[in-house]
Protein backbone atom coordinates (compact mmCIF):
# COMPACT_ATOMS: atom_id res chain seq x y z
CA UNK A 1 0.00 0.00 0.00
CA UNK A 2 1.27 3.61 -0.67
CA UNK A 3 1.14 5.67 2.19
CA UNK A 4 -0.07 9.45 1.23
CA UNK A 5 1.64 10.42 1.26
CA UNK A 6 -1.56 11.77 0.50
CA UNK A 7 -1.02 14.42 2.61
CA UNK A 8 -2.57 11.54 1.85
CA UNK A 9 -0.42 9.08 0.89
CA UNK A 10 2.69 8.20 -1.77
CA UNK A 11 -2.46 6.16 -1.51
CA UNK A 12 -6.64 4.39 -2.23
CA UNK A 13 -4.27 2.19 -2.83
CA UNK A 14 -2.93 5.02 -1.31
CA UNK A 15 -0.87 7.32 -0.95
CA UNK A 16 1.51 8.00 -0.79
CA UNK A 17 2.79 2.54 -1.61
CA UNK A 18 4.83 0.29 -3.60
CA UNK A 19 7.90 -2.31 -3.00
CA UNK A 20 11.21 -3.37 -3.88
CA UNK A 21 14.27 -3.96 -1.74
CA UNK A 22 17.14 -6.21 -1.76
CA UNK A 23 20.16 -7.06 0.02
CA UNK A 24 21.73 -7.13 3.72
CA UNK A 25 23.71 -4.01 5.23
CA UNK A 26 21.86 -1.21 6.97
CA UNK A 27 22.85 1.18 9.15
CA UNK A 28 21.07 2.65 12.39
CA UNK A 29 21.08 5.87 13.81
CA UNK A 30 22.74 5.35 17.51
CA UNK A 31 23.01 8.57 20.16
CA UNK A 32 24.27 10.88 18.05
CA UNK A 33 25.62 8.90 14.95
CA UNK A 34 25.05 5.98 12.19
CA UNK A 35 25.83 2.59 13.97
CA UNK A 36 25.83 -0.70 11.39
CA UNK A 37 23.24 -2.80 11.37
CA UNK A 38 21.60 -5.69 8.99
CA UNK A 39 17.80 -5.61 8.69
CA UNK A 40 17.77 -8.97 7.25
CA UNK A 41 19.68 -10.37 9.46
CA UNK A 42 17.69 -12.86 12.50
CA UNK A 43 16.90 -10.04 15.50
CA UNK A 44 19.60 -10.10 18.31
CA UNK A 45 19.21 -10.79 21.89
CA UNK A 46 16.38 -7.77 23.04
CA UNK A 47 17.49 -5.08 25.90
CA UNK A 48 15.66 -4.95 28.71
CA UNK A 49 15.03 -2.91 31.94
CA UNK A 50 15.36 -4.83 35.00
CA UNK A 51 11.73 -3.79 35.97
CA UNK A 52 9.98 -4.84 33.07
CA UNK A 53 9.23 -5.03 29.27
CA UNK A 54 10.90 -3.01 27.12
CA UNK A 55 8.64 -0.33 25.61
CA UNK A 56 8.86 2.35 21.88
CA UNK A 57 6.37 5.20 22.11
CA UNK A 58 5.96 7.17 19.00
CA UNK A 59 4.20 10.48 18.85
CA UNK A 60 2.53 11.10 15.92
CA UNK A 61 0.04 14.16 14.68
CA UNK A 62 -2.48 11.44 12.28
CA UNK A 63 -5.17 9.92 12.83
CA UNK A 64 -5.88 6.29 11.44
CA UNK A 65 -8.93 6.37 9.09
CA UNK A 66 -9.22 2.18 9.11
CA UNK A 67 -7.45 -0.73 10.66
CA UNK A 68 -8.34 -2.75 8.05
CA UNK A 69 -5.58 -2.96 5.05
CA UNK A 70 -8.21 -3.05 2.19
CA UNK A 71 -9.44 0.95 3.58
CA UNK A 72 -6.55 2.57 5.12
CA UNK A 73 -5.08 5.41 3.00
CA UNK A 74 -3.52 7.60 5.42
CA UNK A 75 0.40 7.03 6.34
CA UNK A 76 -0.14 6.40 10.09
CA UNK A 77 -2.54 3.52 9.30
CA UNK A 78 -0.74 1.66 6.40
CA UNK A 79 3.25 2.03 8.29
CA UNK A 80 0.87 0.19 10.83
CA UNK A 81 -0.44 -2.60 8.60
CA UNK A 82 3.23 -3.43 7.44
CA UNK A 83 3.69 -4.23 11.30
CA UNK A 84 1.04 -6.44 11.06
CA UNK A 85 1.31 -8.45 7.96
CA UNK A 86 3.59 -10.01 5.70
CA UNK A 87 3.79 -8.76 2.09
CA UNK A 88 4.55 -11.30 -0.56
CA UNK A 89 8.36 -9.12 -1.36
CA UNK A 90 9.51 -6.26 1.08
CA UNK A 91 12.05 -3.50 0.08
CA UNK A 92 16.12 -3.44 0.77
CA UNK A 93 16.41 -0.87 3.26
CA UNK A 94 19.46 -0.30 1.87
CA UNK A 95 18.90 0.16 -2.28
CA UNK A 96 15.08 -0.40 -2.49
CA UNK A 97 15.60 -3.74 -4.42
CA UNK A 98 12.68 -6.85 -3.60
CA UNK A 99 13.68 -8.88 -1.51
CA UNK A 100 11.86 -11.99 -0.08
CA UNK A 101 8.81 -11.17 1.95
CA UNK A 102 6.17 -14.17 2.46
CA UNK A 103 7.34 -15.04 -0.97
CA UNK A 104 10.81 -16.11 -0.86
CA UNK A 105 11.45 -16.23 -4.98
CA UNK A 106 8.96 -15.58 -7.66
CA UNK A 107 9.63 -16.13 -11.15
CA UNK A 108 7.61 -15.09 -14.52
CA UNK A 109 6.87 -17.57 -17.68
CA UNK A 110 8.58 -16.97 -20.87
CA UNK A 111 5.70 -14.46 -22.09
CA UNK A 112 5.79 -13.03 -18.57
CA UNK A 113 1.95 -13.66 -18.56
CA UNK A 114 2.37 -16.20 -15.46
CA UNK A 115 4.16 -15.83 -12.13
CA UNK A 116 4.93 -18.14 -9.80
CA UNK A 117 5.35 -17.02 -5.90
CA UNK A 118 6.85 -19.72 -3.51
CA UNK A 119 5.36 -19.14 -0.43
CA UNK A 120 7.83 -19.83 2.87
CA UNK A 121 7.13 -22.49 5.29
CA UNK A 122 7.92 -20.67 8.21
CA UNK A 123 5.26 -18.13 8.78
CA UNK A 124 3.21 -18.51 11.14
CA UNK A 125 -0.43 -16.51 11.95
CA UNK A 126 -0.24 -14.85 15.60
CA UNK A 127 -3.26 -17.49 16.37
CA UNK A 128 -0.97 -20.79 15.52
CA UNK A 129 -2.25 -21.56 12.08
CA UNK A 130 0.44 -21.21 9.35
CA UNK A 131 0.57 -18.67 6.72
CA UNK A 132 0.10 -19.98 2.89
CA UNK A 133 -0.35 -19.43 -0.48
CA UNK A 134 -4.28 -20.02 -0.40
CA UNK A 135 -4.09 -17.04 2.58
CA UNK A 136 -2.42 -14.63 -1.03
CA UNK A 137 -5.04 -15.97 -3.36
CA UNK A 138 -7.81 -15.25 -1.21
CA UNK A 139 -6.46 -11.60 -0.56
CA UNK A 140 -5.98 -10.92 -4.12
CA UNK A 141 -9.45 -12.80 -5.22
CA UNK A 142 -11.45 -11.00 -2.95
CA UNK A 143 -9.63 -7.65 -4.03
CA UNK A 144 -10.43 -8.98 -7.81
CA UNK A 145 -14.12 -8.83 -6.74
CA UNK A 146 -15.33 -6.87 -3.65
CA UNK A 147 -15.10 -3.27 -5.00
CA UNK A 148 -15.13 -2.59 -0.98
CA UNK A 149 -11.76 -4.48 -0.50
CA UNK A 150 -10.34 -3.40 -3.85
CA UNK A 151 -11.18 0.54 -2.26
CA UNK A 152 -7.35 1.41 -1.19
CA UNK A 153 -5.04 -1.40 -3.64
CA UNK A 154 -7.38 -2.29 -6.39
CA UNK A 155 -4.90 -1.14 -8.75
CA UNK A 156 -2.55 -3.08 -8.46
CA UNK A 157 -4.75 -5.99 -9.11
CA UNK A 158 -6.38 -4.62 -12.02
CA UNK A 159 -4.91 -6.60 -14.34
CA UNK A 160 -5.43 -9.92 -12.67
CA UNK A 161 -6.89 -12.55 -14.92
CA UNK A 162 -6.78 -15.54 -12.71
CA UNK A 163 -5.52 -16.22 -9.09
CA UNK A 164 -4.67 -19.67 -7.58
CA UNK A 165 -3.07 -21.72 -5.07
CA UNK A 166 -2.07 -25.05 -6.72
CA UNK A 167 -0.34 -26.07 -3.05
CA UNK A 168 0.07 -24.62 0.28
CA UNK A 169 3.77 -23.26 -1.02
CA UNK A 170 2.99 -21.70 -4.78
CA UNK A 171 0.61 -18.67 -5.72
CA UNK A 172 0.46 -18.52 -9.25
CA UNK A 173 -1.06 -15.04 -10.76
CA UNK A 174 -1.99 -15.19 -14.38
CA UNK A 175 -2.33 -11.65 -15.84
CA UNK A 176 -4.40 -10.30 -18.73
CA UNK A 177 -1.19 -8.11 -19.91
CA UNK A 178 2.42 -7.78 -18.72
CA UNK A 179 2.44 -5.35 -15.70
CA UNK A 180 5.86 -4.38 -14.33
CA UNK A 181 4.95 -4.13 -10.63
CA UNK A 182 5.02 -7.91 -9.82
CA UNK A 183 8.05 -7.48 -7.49
CA UNK A 184 6.11 -4.95 -5.81
CA UNK A 185 2.73 -5.77 -4.95
CA UNK A 186 2.42 -3.86 -2.02
CA UNK A 187 -0.57 -5.55 -0.76
CA UNK A 188 -0.93 -6.61 2.91
CA UNK A 189 -1.45 -10.42 2.66
CA UNK A 190 -4.67 -11.23 5.42
CA UNK A 191 -5.63 -14.35 7.27
CA UNK A 192 -8.41 -15.66 5.06
CA UNK A 193 -9.78 -18.35 8.42
CA UNK A 194 -9.88 -14.90 9.74
CA UNK A 195 -11.55 -12.26 7.04
CA UNK A 196 -13.67 -14.61 5.43
CA UNK A 197 -15.74 -14.17 7.75
CA UNK A 198 -16.31 -10.39 7.06
CA UNK A 199 -19.52 -8.83 5.70
CA UNK A 200 -19.05 -5.72 4.26
CA UNK A 201 -15.28 -5.19 3.40
CA UNK A 202 -16.35 -1.45 2.86
CA UNK A 203 -17.43 -1.00 6.71
CA UNK A 204 -15.62 -3.23 8.44
CA UNK A 205 -12.47 -1.43 10.27
CA UNK A 206 -10.64 -4.28 11.95
CA UNK A 207 -10.78 -2.37 15.68
CA UNK A 208 -12.98 -4.68 17.60
CA UNK A 209 -11.64 -7.76 18.58
CA UNK A 210 -8.13 -7.72 20.07
CA UNK A 211 -5.41 -9.08 19.60
CA UNK A 212 -6.02 -8.75 15.49
CA UNK A 213 -4.54 -11.89 13.96
CA UNK A 214 -1.57 -11.52 11.91
CA UNK A 215 2.09 -12.35 10.98
CA UNK A 216 4.04 -9.32 10.94
CA UNK A 217 6.92 -8.66 13.35
CA UNK A 218 4.15 -7.06 15.68
CA UNK A 219 1.06 -7.83 16.86
CA UNK A 220 -2.12 -5.37 17.42
CA UNK A 221 -3.14 -5.83 20.99
CA UNK A 222 -5.54 -2.68 21.68
CA UNK A 223 -6.56 0.89 20.13
CA UNK A 224 -8.11 4.13 20.87
CA UNK A 225 -9.91 6.41 18.42
CA UNK A 226 -7.92 9.45 18.31
CA UNK A 227 -5.75 8.51 21.01
CA UNK A 228 -3.42 5.21 20.92
CA UNK A 229 -2.52 2.11 18.97
CA UNK A 230 -0.25 -0.70 20.86
CA UNK A 231 1.15 -2.77 19.61
CA UNK A 232 3.45 -6.23 21.09
CA UNK A 233 6.59 -8.20 19.31
CA UNK A 234 5.87 -11.34 17.08
CA UNK A 235 8.33 -13.81 18.75
CA UNK A 236 7.46 -16.03 16.28
CA UNK A 237 8.13 -13.47 13.18
CA UNK A 238 10.00 -15.57 10.81
CA UNK A 239 12.92 -13.23 10.15
CA UNK A 240 13.48 -12.82 14.42
CA UNK A 241 11.37 -10.81 17.09
CA UNK A 242 12.09 -6.96 17.23
CA UNK A 243 13.58 -6.07 20.03
CA UNK A 244 11.44 -3.77 22.09
CA UNK A 245 8.60 -5.76 23.38
CA UNK A 246 6.07 -3.24 22.74
CA UNK A 247 5.27 -0.47 20.23
CA UNK A 248 2.82 2.20 20.75
CA UNK A 249 1.82 4.75 18.57
CA UNK A 250 0.23 7.88 20.83
CA UNK A 251 -1.33 10.41 18.95
CA UNK A 252 -1.09 14.42 19.77
CA UNK A 253 -2.73 17.31 17.54
CA UNK A 254 -0.28 19.87 19.20
CA UNK A 255 2.95 19.57 17.59
CA UNK A 256 4.56 21.75 20.11
CA UNK A 257 2.84 19.39 23.12
CA UNK A 258 4.44 16.29 21.25
CA UNK A 259 7.92 17.91 21.17
CA UNK A 260 7.60 18.50 25.08
CA UNK A 261 6.57 15.11 25.58
CA UNK A 262 9.77 13.87 24.03
CA UNK A 263 11.72 16.82 26.08
CA UNK A 264 10.30 15.08 29.19
CA UNK A 265 10.89 11.59 28.14
CA UNK A 266 7.39 10.85 27.80
CA UNK A 267 7.97 9.57 24.58
CA UNK A 268 10.38 7.84 22.34
CA UNK A 269 10.05 9.27 18.97
CA UNK A 270 8.95 12.55 17.48
CA UNK A 271 7.88 12.46 13.54
CA UNK A 272 5.84 15.72 13.46
CA UNK A 273 3.04 16.27 10.90
CA UNK A 274 4.29 15.55 8.54
CA UNK A 275 7.84 16.88 9.51
CA UNK A 276 9.27 18.89 12.88
CA UNK A 277 9.53 22.39 12.14
CA UNK A 278 12.69 24.53 11.41
CA UNK A 279 12.05 25.94 14.78
CA UNK A 280 11.41 22.65 16.68
CA UNK A 281 14.26 20.98 15.42
CA UNK A 282 16.75 23.75 15.79
CA UNK A 283 15.74 23.44 19.46
CA UNK A 284 16.07 19.81 19.58
CA UNK A 285 19.56 19.74 18.23
CA UNK A 286 21.60 20.80 21.64
CA UNK A 287 18.98 19.47 24.17
CA UNK A 288 20.81 15.96 26.27
CA UNK A 289 20.07 12.57 24.94
CA UNK A 290 17.74 13.82 22.03
CA UNK A 291 19.39 13.01 18.49
CA UNK A 292 17.67 15.02 15.45
CA UNK A 293 17.22 13.08 12.09
CA UNK A 294 17.21 15.51 9.28
CA UNK A 295 17.73 13.37 5.78
CA UNK A 296 16.01 13.40 2.11
CA UNK A 297 12.45 12.88 2.65
CA UNK A 298 10.40 10.08 0.01
CA UNK A 299 7.47 13.11 0.46
CA UNK A 300 6.28 16.10 -2.33
CA UNK A 301 4.50 19.22 -1.03
CA UNK A 302 2.27 20.38 -3.92
CA UNK A 303 -0.91 22.59 -4.89
CA UNK A 304 -3.99 20.44 -6.75
CA UNK A 305 -6.45 22.41 -8.44
CA UNK A 306 -10.09 20.89 -8.57
CA UNK A 307 -10.46 19.84 -12.31
CA UNK A 308 -14.19 19.49 -11.59
CA UNK A 309 -15.12 16.10 -9.72
CA UNK A 310 -16.77 13.76 -11.48
CA UNK A 311 -17.77 9.90 -11.77
CA UNK A 312 -16.65 7.01 -14.02
CA UNK A 313 -19.56 7.36 -16.23
CA UNK A 314 -18.79 11.12 -15.97
CA UNK A 315 -21.84 12.61 -13.64
CA UNK A 316 -20.27 16.19 -12.25
CA UNK A 317 -20.91 17.10 -8.42
CA UNK A 318 -18.82 19.62 -6.34
CA UNK A 319 -18.65 23.41 -6.60
CA UNK A 320 -15.31 23.76 -7.85
CA UNK A 321 -14.50 26.77 -9.53
CA UNK A 322 -14.83 27.66 -13.37
CA UNK A 323 -12.23 29.44 -14.20
CA UNK A 324 -9.88 26.73 -12.60
CA UNK A 325 -10.97 24.47 -16.06
CA UNK A 326 -8.80 27.18 -18.15
CA UNK A 327 -5.53 25.96 -18.39
CA UNK A 328 -3.87 29.71 -18.62
CA UNK A 329 -5.42 30.06 -15.47
CA UNK A 330 -4.07 27.21 -13.79
CA UNK A 331 -0.62 27.79 -14.99
CA UNK A 332 -1.12 31.44 -13.99
CA UNK A 333 -1.56 30.64 -10.59
CA UNK A 334 1.55 28.11 -10.54
CA UNK A 335 3.61 31.48 -12.26
CA UNK A 336 2.85 33.34 -8.78
CA UNK A 337 4.30 31.02 -6.86
CA UNK A 338 7.88 32.08 -5.65
CA UNK A 339 8.84 28.18 -4.58
CA UNK A 340 12.69 29.64 -3.22
CA UNK A 341 11.21 31.51 -0.73
CA UNK A 342 8.55 28.88 0.43
CA UNK A 343 12.06 26.75 0.81
CA UNK A 344 14.17 29.16 2.51
CA UNK A 345 11.16 30.83 4.76
CA UNK A 346 8.80 28.00 5.30
CA UNK A 347 11.22 25.37 5.70
CA UNK A 348 14.47 27.07 6.56
CA UNK A 349 16.41 24.95 4.09
CA UNK A 350 15.23 21.56 5.15
CA UNK A 351 13.41 21.11 1.81
CA UNK A 352 14.41 20.99 -1.87
CA UNK A 353 12.64 23.09 -4.37
CA UNK A 354 9.88 21.22 -6.13
CA UNK A 355 9.52 20.05 -9.79
CA UNK A 356 8.73 16.92 -10.94
CA UNK A 357 6.01 14.23 -9.61
CA UNK A 358 8.84 11.70 -7.94
CA UNK A 359 11.39 13.04 -5.34
CA UNK A 360 15.02 12.98 -6.33
CA UNK A 361 15.40 10.46 -4.03
CA UNK A 362 14.31 8.03 -6.48
CA UNK A 363 16.67 8.43 -9.09
CA UNK A 364 16.01 6.59 -11.83
CA UNK A 365 12.26 7.95 -12.12
CA UNK A 366 13.11 12.17 -10.84
CA UNK A 367 12.07 14.05 -13.61
CA UNK A 368 12.67 18.18 -14.41
CA UNK A 369 10.51 20.30 -16.76
CA UNK A 370 12.66 21.95 -19.77
CA UNK A 371 13.66 25.43 -19.55
CA UNK A 372 10.83 26.37 -22.12
CA UNK A 373 8.32 24.06 -20.27
CA UNK A 374 8.98 25.28 -16.42
CA UNK A 375 6.63 27.65 -14.82
CA UNK A 376 9.10 29.75 -13.10
CA UNK A 377 8.19 32.57 -10.65
CA UNK A 378 7.33 35.10 -13.28
CA UNK A 379 4.64 37.42 -11.97
CA UNK A 380 4.38 39.05 -14.95
CA UNK A 381 4.08 36.40 -17.37
CA UNK A 382 1.40 35.16 -14.36
CA UNK A 383 -0.57 38.45 -15.50
CA UNK A 384 -0.43 38.12 -19.18
CA UNK A 385 -2.17 34.72 -19.02
CA UNK A 386 -4.46 36.08 -16.78
CA UNK A 387 -5.63 38.79 -19.62
CA UNK A 388 -5.52 35.91 -22.07
CA UNK A 389 -7.82 34.30 -20.08
CA UNK A 390 -10.39 37.09 -19.84
CA UNK A 391 -9.98 38.22 -16.48
CA UNK A 392 -8.55 41.99 -16.33
CA UNK A 393 -7.78 44.19 -13.34
CA UNK A 394 -10.82 46.38 -12.08
CA UNK A 395 -9.94 50.05 -11.11
CA UNK A 396 -9.61 48.65 -7.43
CA UNK A 397 -7.18 45.88 -9.20
CA UNK A 398 -9.30 42.76 -8.69
CA UNK A 399 -9.27 40.78 -11.23
CA UNK A 400 -12.51 39.77 -12.65
CA UNK A 401 -14.31 38.07 -15.27
CA UNK A 402 -16.89 38.73 -17.93
CA UNK A 403 -19.32 38.17 -16.10
CA UNK A 404 -18.14 40.94 -13.42
CA UNK A 405 -17.65 38.25 -10.88
CA UNK A 406 -14.33 39.05 -8.80
CA UNK A 407 -11.39 36.19 -8.46
CA UNK A 408 -11.66 34.22 -5.64
CA UNK A 409 -10.38 31.10 -4.34
CA UNK A 410 -10.88 28.89 -1.90
CA UNK A 411 -7.85 26.26 -0.73
CA UNK A 412 -8.24 22.98 1.22
CA UNK A 413 -5.29 23.50 4.35
CA UNK A 414 -4.61 20.74 7.22
CA UNK A 415 -5.10 22.19 10.64
CA UNK A 416 -2.26 19.93 11.80
CA UNK A 417 0.24 21.09 9.12
CA UNK A 418 2.34 23.98 10.27
CA UNK A 419 3.29 24.44 6.58
CA UNK A 420 0.04 24.80 4.53
CA UNK A 421 -0.49 27.65 7.06
CA UNK A 422 2.32 29.20 6.32
CA UNK A 423 2.46 28.80 2.60
CA UNK A 424 -0.98 29.59 2.74
CA UNK A 425 -0.39 33.51 3.91
CA UNK A 426 2.35 33.60 1.31
CA UNK A 427 -0.20 32.84 -1.59
CA UNK A 428 -2.81 34.95 0.15
CA UNK A 429 0.19 37.97 -1.06
CA UNK A 430 1.52 36.41 -4.18
CA UNK A 431 -2.32 36.10 -5.46
CA UNK A 432 -3.20 39.18 -3.98
CA UNK A 433 -0.91 40.88 -6.03
CA UNK A 434 -2.37 39.34 -9.09
CA UNK A 435 -5.91 40.68 -8.26
CA UNK A 436 -6.95 37.26 -6.96
CA UNK A 437 -9.05 36.45 -3.27
CA UNK A 438 -7.73 33.25 -1.49
CA UNK A 439 -9.84 31.76 1.50
CA UNK A 440 -7.52 29.68 3.40
CA UNK A 441 -9.21 26.76 5.00
CA UNK A 442 -8.09 25.14 7.28
CA UNK A 443 -9.54 21.93 8.84
CA UNK A 444 -9.12 19.17 10.75
CA UNK A 445 -10.84 17.10 8.46
CA UNK A 446 -10.56 17.58 5.16
CA UNK A 447 -11.64 14.59 3.29
CA UNK A 448 -15.13 15.39 3.12
CA UNK A 449 -15.35 18.53 1.23
CA UNK A 450 -12.06 17.12 -0.91
CA UNK A 451 -14.20 13.62 -1.48
CA UNK A 452 -17.37 15.89 -2.08
CA UNK A 453 -15.12 17.99 -4.63
CA UNK A 454 -16.44 21.01 -2.77
CA UNK A 455 -12.64 23.31 -3.12
CA UNK A 456 -11.03 24.96 -5.36
CA UNK A 457 -7.56 24.01 -4.28
CA UNK A 458 -5.63 22.34 -1.83
CA UNK A 459 -2.39 21.57 -0.18
CA UNK A 460 -1.65 17.81 -1.65
CA UNK A 461 1.34 15.40 -1.07
CA UNK A 462 1.93 11.70 -0.73
CA UNK A 463 4.64 9.63 0.32
CA UNK A 464 6.43 8.10 -2.83
CA UNK A 465 7.22 4.16 -3.01
CA UNK A 466 10.09 2.68 -4.69
CA UNK A 467 8.11 1.61 -7.14
CA UNK A 468 6.17 4.80 -8.53
CA UNK A 469 2.87 2.58 -9.85
CA UNK A 470 0.66 4.01 -7.27
CA UNK A 471 0.64 7.30 -6.78
CA UNK A 472 0.92 7.61 -10.92
CA UNK A 473 -2.26 5.19 -10.42
CA UNK A 474 -4.34 8.02 -8.28
CA UNK A 475 -4.42 10.31 -11.07
CA UNK A 476 -5.64 7.87 -13.92
CA UNK A 477 -9.71 7.66 -15.07
CA UNK A 478 -9.96 4.57 -13.79
CA UNK A 479 -9.57 5.79 -10.20
CA UNK A 480 -12.61 8.06 -10.07
CA UNK A 481 -15.19 7.49 -8.25
CA UNK A 482 -18.46 5.46 -8.99
CA UNK A 483 -20.70 7.65 -7.27
CA UNK A 484 -20.47 11.47 -6.09
CA UNK A 485 -19.08 11.97 -3.35
CA UNK A 486 -18.25 8.69 -2.38
CA UNK A 487 -14.32 7.37 -1.42
CA UNK A 488 -12.29 6.41 -4.34
CA UNK A 489 -8.67 5.73 -5.10
CA UNK A 490 -8.50 9.12 -7.29
CA UNK A 491 -6.49 11.62 -5.58
CA UNK A 492 -7.99 14.87 -7.42
CA UNK A 493 -10.48 14.04 -10.00
CA UNK A 494 -7.81 14.04 -12.41
CA UNK A 495 -9.05 11.71 -15.99
CA UNK A 496 -6.93 12.51 -18.83
CA UNK A 497 -6.71 10.30 -22.18
CA UNK A 498 -3.14 10.34 -23.24
CA UNK A 499 -2.13 10.27 -19.37
CA UNK A 500 -4.00 7.24 -18.85
CA UNK A 501 -2.27 6.29 -22.41
CA UNK A 502 1.57 6.55 -21.20
CA UNK A 503 -0.08 4.81 -17.91
CA UNK A 504 -0.86 1.55 -19.34
CA UNK A 505 2.67 1.74 -21.65
CA UNK A 506 4.81 1.98 -18.44
CA UNK A 507 2.82 -0.69 -16.26
CA UNK A 508 3.19 -3.01 -19.13
CA UNK A 509 7.06 -2.16 -19.61
CA UNK A 510 9.92 -4.64 -18.19
CA UNK A 511 12.61 -3.15 -19.71
CA UNK A 512 14.05 -0.60 -16.30
CA UNK A 513 15.05 2.26 -18.84
CA UNK A 514 12.18 1.99 -20.64
CA UNK A 515 10.12 2.46 -18.14
CA UNK A 516 11.36 4.88 -16.83
CA UNK A 517 11.51 7.19 -19.56
CA UNK A 518 7.53 6.52 -19.61
CA UNK A 519 7.70 7.58 -16.41
CA UNK A 520 9.14 10.48 -16.68
CA UNK A 521 6.79 11.47 -19.41
CA UNK A 522 3.42 11.00 -17.69
CA UNK A 523 5.13 13.52 -15.10
CA UNK A 524 5.60 15.64 -18.25
CA UNK A 525 2.10 15.94 -18.80
CA UNK A 526 0.76 15.80 -15.51
CA UNK A 527 3.46 18.94 -14.99
CA UNK A 528 1.62 20.65 -18.73
CA UNK A 529 -1.92 19.74 -17.35
CA UNK A 530 -1.72 21.94 -14.49
CA UNK A 531 -3.71 20.05 -12.06
CA UNK A 532 -0.76 19.20 -10.02
CA UNK A 533 1.91 21.74 -9.49
CA UNK A 534 4.86 20.17 -6.42
CA UNK A 535 6.45 23.22 -5.04
CA UNK A 536 8.76 21.24 -2.72
CA UNK A 537 10.23 18.06 -1.36
CA UNK A 538 10.38 18.30 2.43
CA UNK A 539 13.33 16.42 4.51
CA UNK A 540 11.90 13.85 6.81
CA UNK A 541 12.95 15.73 10.00
CA UNK A 542 12.36 13.52 13.10
CA UNK A 543 14.12 13.40 16.08
CA UNK A 544 14.04 10.60 18.92
CA UNK A 545 15.43 10.06 22.79
CA UNK A 546 18.97 8.39 22.72
CA UNK A 547 18.31 7.35 26.29
CA UNK A 548 15.55 5.56 24.89
CA UNK A 549 16.44 3.90 21.45
CA UNK A 550 20.45 2.89 21.27
CA UNK A 551 19.78 2.36 17.45
CA UNK A 552 17.70 2.12 14.90
CA UNK A 553 17.48 1.67 11.00
CA UNK A 554 17.10 4.44 8.53
CA UNK A 555 15.39 3.60 5.05
CA UNK A 556 17.79 4.40 2.79
CA UNK A 557 20.37 3.03 5.53
CA UNK A 558 22.93 5.83 4.06
CA UNK A 559 20.91 8.79 5.19
CA UNK A 560 17.15 8.36 5.06
CA UNK A 561 13.80 8.45 7.55
CA UNK A 562 12.74 6.20 10.50
CA UNK A 563 9.01 7.15 10.34
CA UNK A 564 7.31 6.16 7.46
CA UNK A 565 9.38 3.37 5.86
CA UNK A 566 8.48 1.40 2.83
CA UNK A 567 9.15 -1.49 5.14
CA UNK A 568 9.17 -1.96 9.04
CA UNK A 569 12.69 -2.14 9.42
CA UNK A 570 12.87 0.82 11.57
CA UNK A 571 10.43 -0.17 14.42
CA UNK A 572 11.59 -4.17 14.10
CA UNK A 573 15.72 -3.32 14.16
CA UNK A 574 15.26 -0.94 17.39
CA UNK A 575 17.78 -1.40 20.20
CA UNK A 576 16.75 -0.31 23.70
CA UNK A 577 19.13 1.75 25.04
CA UNK A 578 20.85 0.14 28.37
CA UNK A 579 19.86 1.18 31.81
CA UNK A 580 16.35 2.40 30.08
CA UNK A 581 13.76 2.77 33.11
CA UNK A 582 10.14 4.20 33.38
CA UNK A 583 8.42 5.86 36.29
CA UNK A 584 5.57 6.24 33.64
CA UNK A 585 2.38 4.54 33.79
CA UNK A 586 1.51 1.28 31.35
CA UNK A 587 -2.53 2.94 30.91
CA UNK A 588 -1.92 3.31 27.13
CA UNK A 589 -4.58 5.72 26.99
CA UNK A 590 -3.19 7.90 30.28
CA UNK A 591 -0.58 10.85 30.06
CA UNK A 592 2.75 9.27 30.65
CA UNK A 593 4.71 11.48 33.08
CA UNK A 594 7.79 9.40 33.06
CA UNK A 595 10.24 7.52 30.80
CA UNK A 596 7.83 4.63 28.55
CA UNK A 597 10.93 2.50 28.07
CA UNK A 598 11.38 -0.01 30.11
CA UNK A 599 7.96 -1.02 31.35
CA UNK A 600 4.87 0.80 29.60
CA UNK A 601 3.06 0.70 26.03
CA UNK A 602 4.54 2.26 22.65
CA UNK A 603 1.92 4.44 21.42
CA UNK A 604 1.49 5.93 17.93
CA UNK A 605 0.40 9.88 17.51
CA UNK A 606 -2.63 9.85 15.37
CA UNK A 607 -4.15 12.91 14.26
CA UNK A 608 -7.28 14.85 14.26
CA UNK A 609 -10.48 13.96 16.02
CA UNK A 610 -13.33 11.89 15.41
CA UNK A 611 -14.72 8.85 14.97
CA UNK A 612 -12.97 5.85 12.78
CA UNK A 613 -14.25 5.62 9.29
CA UNK A 614 -12.95 3.90 6.50
CA UNK A 615 -11.25 6.82 4.57
CA UNK A 616 -13.58 9.27 4.82
CA UNK A 617 -10.98 11.64 6.24
CA UNK A 618 -8.06 12.84 3.96
CA UNK A 619 -4.54 12.56 6.07
CA UNK A 620 -2.08 14.91 6.63
CA UNK A 621 0.68 15.81 4.19
CA UNK A 622 2.29 12.74 4.60
CA UNK A 623 -0.83 10.77 3.49
CA UNK A 624 -0.22 7.24 1.81
CA UNK A 625 3.15 5.11 2.62
Known sequence: MVTRVPHHSVRPRRRLRLLLASGAAALALAAGSVVPGNPLAPAPSEARADDGKTTLTVAVAQSVDSLSPFLAQRLVSTSIHRLMYDYLTNYDAKDNKAIPGLATAWEPSADKLTWTYTIRSDSKWSDGQQATAEDAAWTFNKMMTDEGAATSNGSFVGNFEKVTAPSKDKLVIKLKEPQATMAALDVPIVPRHVWEKVGDFSKFNNDKDFPVVGNGPFILTDYKVDSFVKLKANKDFWRGSPKFDELVFRYYKDQDAAVAALRKGEVSFVAGSPSLTPAQSASLEKAPDIKVNDAPGRRFFALAVNPGARTKDGQKFGDGHPALLDQKVRHALFMAVDRKTIIDKVFQGHAVEGEGYIPPRFGDYFWKPADGQKLAYDPAKAASLLDEAGYKKNGAGKRVGKDGKPLDFRILCHATDPNDKAIGKYLQEWWGEQGIGLKVDCLDNVSDPWYAGEYDLAFDGWSVNPDPDFVLSIHTCAALPAKAKETAATDNFICDKQYDDLYKKQLAEYDPAKRADLVKQLESRLYDTGYMNVMAYPNAVEAYRTDHIESITTMPSAAG???????????????????????????????????????????????????????????TAEDRE
Not at 575 to 592: L, M, R, W
Not at 601 to 615: E, S
Open 561 to 619: NIYGQDGYWSWWSAVPAAGASSSGSSDSGGSSTGVLVGVGIAVVVLAGGGLLFAMRRRS
